[in-house]
């Protein structure tokens, strides 16, 4: 089959892992691309002929290192700011400042609870009251 190759929507090289993720509401499947220049979200589509194709959906300033996508929230990470946005939208949801600095740490979710660590040895954690 044909490959399909596209510049990264907000520039900049791609040195983080993307998030893949289906939406339950039509089963589309979406890929995000964070990096230093900003984040991308990509939807799967088809075109005319049928063939794949990623079609950008949004994307924004201020990036981070490898997003994360748990219970329909995508959460992005960079240095003092942690970020989680609605997938489809690209709307910020809420955003906390607390953590530290950061170099390549990521978020992860486990049990519901959203964990990242930073550079001063401090790990956070974040959960629905």
């Known amino acids: 089959g044909d490959l399909q190759t596209i510049p990264i929507p ?4 791609v040195l983080t892992a993307p ?7 039509d089963q589309s499947t979406w890929a995000f691309i964070s990096n230093p220049q ?8 088809a075109n005319p002929d049928g063939t794949p ?3 950008v959906a949004w994307k924004q300033t201020r990036g981070g290192t490898s997003p994360l996508i748990a ?19 690209g709307k910020m949801l809420w ?14 979710v486990v049990n519901g609870v ?7 040895g401090a790990l956070h954690a ?3 009251p």
């Open 53 to 55: 194709a990623l079609q």
């Open 114 to 120: 959203l964990y990242i660590g930073d550079n001063g």
């Open 10 to 13: 907000q520039g900049g090289l």
């Open 95 to 108: 955003q906390n400042t607390t953590i530290g600095e950061l170099h390549w740490q990521s978020p992860v």
């Open 19 to 25: 998030a893949v993720w289906v939406n339950p509401a």
């Open 38 to 45: 900003g984040i991308s979200a990509l939807q799967l589509t």
């Open 71 to 89: 219970n329909g929230v995508l959460y992005v990470a960079k240095s003092n700011n942690i970020r989680a946005f609605d997938p489809v939208t």
């Open 126 to 128: 974040y959960a629905l």
